[in-house]
């Protein structure tokens, strides 16, 4: 059986050759990755983050630029947050001043150990060629660094020794895996006990001190690119906790970039940017910001442009088709002629002589709301509408790769299943298994994930209240929405509420979290009288298929108070009671945000 071309993995489950052969280059939207300096990238889990950094490693940069790890332009290290056990909550209880000491010397020492190994991973024997260079560093910065960091008994190797490079480079990670270790083993003390009095006797390393030096002396060496940046990519920093994400801010104003650049990865969920002592780190001052769903949301054609490449790549690799996306996911070709007629009577309906767009402009905003009007006359439910089609399923996607891999990855397993004995004749997908997918997936993203969640939360009665408002949220905003469409209002299709006043905390923490879980956008646009700006929150497109919302093109968005907002979070049926869809409504105006060209922010 052929391989599922759509098949979602770690990027660590990839070979470097499978990386660099399937990744798509979406530098030029993220340039600041590659760039010297520090950089957040913040984006919802599936929106590529991981993908970009596995790239850039040295593995695979090699083979991409045929080249040797020393000709590189920086030298990368993956440091993922999200797979370790340096998070002790019980270091809360010391003092704030032991608390940051503690956390910062698991956190140094956790990435040195990463540093170490990936230098032995990725140069192997090559290092054997450099055994005295690596000699050296070791008897020299690297045990006179740790001696100076309270670390007793380190082995001084003599000249004669029969150690070869790759041995050295693995001796110093187990070395400073051993350091970290023993705090481990004393914060496991303070978590078992009652009494935090506890003293700790062991080695202490911070940045400063240990890993800049060590990290300067270390990329001087001869296979390292000379006069170049390391750069180490913190991956899922939401991760750590306040302390080390204090610490790690800390690094990040020191500004070190012309040798040492942090790359971090978040899922919108980073806890401060406040430093050691409660100083804050600011974009661009101290480090370059980039959020993927806003640079995705922003601009369709972009968004569209990346995603057929991936397609195109994966369709070559596995199944040996080179085909335009669109002929793989073809769209539902009776429902496109429906629309296509409505649109044709729309550009007379609507002609004026004195407006030349008039026509074209009134039929691109209503043709497609008013065909799901008349199904959902025609039918009840309104669920006949077809999602199918590649440009529709990029919209559904709404800027997060994952979402359109995963539904394409269920829809090729369906098509492989009803073709049997046939697979080798698959190049398209029919329109009726794209669509039953994608609802599927839309449905189970708001209804199942929801499930999920409130069971991971069962005993933070906080939390339960929180989702539970924010599902009441999401849901009133969704059938505000189709209410909306399938109205002979003005502007039918909204995505987007604009907050005219300062929501209170509340409020803030639940759209906050809202677009941690990938339900919401957020941006700003210009209030009605041009002197300032509102807050704006854009219902994921991935929940369209759920709410019977027409994903493409333009949109318009609604203009509330927190206090009507607030009853979304309350009560559905009072929150909808509030609107009149006419066609002289004047709470929806032209919103050029998601999948139209232009950003508001």
Request: hydrophobic share 35%; glycine share 4%.
């Amino acid at each position: 059986m052929k391989e599922n071309p759509f098949e979602i993995k770690t990027p660590e489950q990839n070979s470097a050759q499978d990386v660099v052969d399937l990744f798509v280059d979406v530098f030029p939207d993220f340039y600041q990755v590659l760039e010297k300096g520090h950089t957040f990238i913040n984006g919802p889990r599936g929106s590529g983050k991981s993908m970009m950094f596995r790239y850039i490693q040295p593995d695979c940069q090699c083979l991409a630029k045929h080249c040797q790890i020393s000709e590189l332009d920086y030298f990368a290290v993956y440091v993922p947050i999200k797979l370790t056990n340096i998070n002790i909550p019980d270091l809360a209880r010391l003092e704030t001043h032991a608390e940051i000491i503690l956390n910062e010397h698991l956190l140094t020492t956790y990435v040195m150990s990463n540093v170490y190994k990936s230098v032995g991973c990725y140069l192997g024997n090559i290092l054997n060629d450099y055994k005295e260079q690596i000699w050296q560093y070791y008897n020299t910065d690297f045990r006179d660094v740790l001696s100076y960091c309270g670390v007793n008994n380190i082995v001084e190797l003599p000249n004669d020794t029969d150690k070869d490079g790759l041995t050295m480079m693995e001796l110093m990670a187990k070395e400073v895996e051993r350091i970290n270790r023993s705090c481990r083993i004393y914060c496991n003390k303070i978590a078992l006990s009652k009494d935090t009095s506890i003293p700790y006797d062991g080695p202490i390393v911070d940045f400063i001190d240990f890993m800049k030096p060590l990290l300067v002396s270390l990329k001087s060496l001869p296979f390292f690119p000379q006069d170049k940046p390391l750069y180490i990519l913190i991956d899922d920093a939401g991760y750590l906790n306040v302390a080390q994400t204090k610490v790690l801010n800390t690094w990040v104003s020191y500004r070190t970039t012309k040798d040492i650049c942090f790359k971090i990865s978040t899922q919108l969920d980073y806890k401060t940017h406040l430093t050691n002592n409660e100083k804050r780190i600011d974009a661009p001052h101290d480090y370059s910001e980039i959020n993927i769903s806003t640079v995705y949301s922003s601009s369709k054609s972009k968004y569209n442009e990346r995603l057929q490449e991936i397609v195109k790549k994966r369709l070559k690799r596995y199944l040996h088709l080179d085909i335009e996306t669109k002929d793989f996911f073809p769209e539902d070709k009776e429902q496109e002629l429906k629309i296509q007629e409505i649109y044709n009577q729309m550009l007379i309906d609507y002609a004026d002589p004195e407006k030349k767009y008039a026509g074209g402009d009134a039929a691109r905003r209503y043709a497609r709301p008013e065909y799901i009007t008349r199904l959902q006359q025609n039918h009840k439910a309104g669920s006949t509408y077809s999602y199918a089609g590649f440009d529709q399923l990029v919209a559904v996607s709404s800027g997060i790769i994952r979402h359109f891999l995963a539904p394409a990855q269920e829809m090729y397993s369906l098509a492989i299943t009803e073709l049997g004995a046939n697979e080798d004749n698959i190049t398209s997908i029919k329109p009726s298994i794209q669509d039953e997918v994608i609802k599927k997936y839309s449905n189970n993203y708001l209804v199942g994930e929801f499930e999920k969640l409130k069971k991971d939360i069962d005993n933070n009665n906080t939390r339960q209240i929180q989702l539970e408002k924010l599902y009441r949220m999401i849901d009133s905003l969704g059938q505000l929405f189709h209410l909306q469409l399938t109205s002979n209002s003005s502007e039918r299709r909204v995505f987007s509420v604009a907050i005219t006043d300062t929501p209170d905390d509340e409020m803030n923490e639940i759209i906050d979290m809202g677009e941690q879980l990938g339900y919401f956008h957020k941006s700003t646009i210009g209030n009605k009288t041009g002197t300032g700006r509102n807050r704006l929150i854009i219902l994921s497109r991935i929940l369209a298929p759920h709410f019977k919302l027409d994903a493409t093109s333009f949109a318009g968005y609604k203009f509330m108070d927190s206090a009507k907002l607030r009853m979304a979070m309350i009560d559905t049926k009072r929150f909808l009671a509030q609107f009149k869809f006419t066609e002289d409504d004047s709470s929806s105006v032209t919103q050029l945000l998601l999948f139209d060209g232009n950003n508001p922010i």
